[in-house]
Antibody, heavy 117, light 112 residues
Framework: EVRLVESGGTLVQPGGSLRLSCAAS????????MTWVRQAPGKGLEWVAT????????YNVDSVKGRFTISRDNAKNSLSLQLNSLRAEDSAVYYC??????????WGQGTMVTVSS | DIVMTQSPLSLPVTPGEPASISCRSS???????????LAWYLQKAGQSPQLLVY???GRASGVPDRFSGSGSGTDFTLKISRVEAEDVGVYYC?????????FGQGTRLEIK
């Protein structure tokens, strides 16, 4: 079964840091670009960051540039998102997503990040 | 950035009736390879989004054939030939032609 399982979401204070992880299984992880998408409570979907096959190229939405870093370990079939200098507006469910044919065909169940004092 | 605009934002439908959602992009989504980088997703209550349509008209694996996508350039449509109760949720279009990848605001489909 093709599966993505996120972990690491929690309550963190403004200015704090957090690392989200995503464990992939059931497919050849190294053959797909991988992405993080987030959804603030009651809001729509927002693309956050994408990694190419070997992690040599990374793309971020402007609002997280310099604060969030996407990375991957193909040997461990895992994707990560390092979140620094967190703000209240970063509070959201973060989804790990597989990119295929320009679309996101596999989604994890999401992990909740709450930034609050 | 490419802006994605969906209409309507709310769509009440009687079961068995057809439904249609429009998505317009501020720039053409037609790649030089001939494909339009437009996808449709459905997010049911309490669930992760699921892919319905890729490259504007390709139906994703396991998606019922009552769902179809069409359009090219800047105008796209998702059609449901006969709405069923399980189709309730929020539908999003998304462009992946260029970064930042952007989503539409979402269309909430409800059963009358």
């Amino acid at each position: 079964e093709v599966r993505l399982v996120e972990s690491g979401g929690t309550l963190v204070q403004p200015g704090g840091s957090l690392r989200l992880s995503c464990a992939a299984s059931g497919f050849t992880f190294s053959s797909y670009w991988m992405t993080w998408v987030r959804q603030a409570p009651g809001k729509g979907l927002e693309w956050v960051a994408t990694s190419t096959l070997d992690g040599s190229e990374k793309y971020n939405v402007d609002s997280v540039k310099g604060r969030f870093t996407i990375s991957r370990d193909n040997a461990k079939n895992s994707l990560s998102l390092q979140l620094n200098s967190l703000r209240a507006e970063d509070s959201a469910v973060y989804y790990c997503v597989r990119r295929n044919n320009g679309s996101y065909d596999i989604w994890g169940q999401g992990t909740m990040v709450t930034v609050s004092s | 950035d490419i802006v994605m605009t969906q209409s309507p934002l709310s769509l009440p439908v009687t079961p068995g009736e057809p439904a249609s959602i429009s998505c317009r992009s501020s720039q053409s989504l037609l790649h030089s390879n001939g494909y339009n980088y437009l996808a449709w997703y459905l997010q049911k209550a309490g669930q992760s989004p699921q892919l319905l349509v890729y490259l504007a008209s390709g139906r994703a694996s396991g998606v019922p054939d009552r769902f179809s996508g069409s359009g090219s350039g800047t105008d796209f449509t998702l059609k449901i030939s006969r709405v069923e109760a399980e189709d309730v949720g929020v539908y999003y279009c998304k462009q992946a032609l260029q970064t930042p990848v952007t989503f539409g605001q979402g269309t909430r489909l409800e059963i009358k």
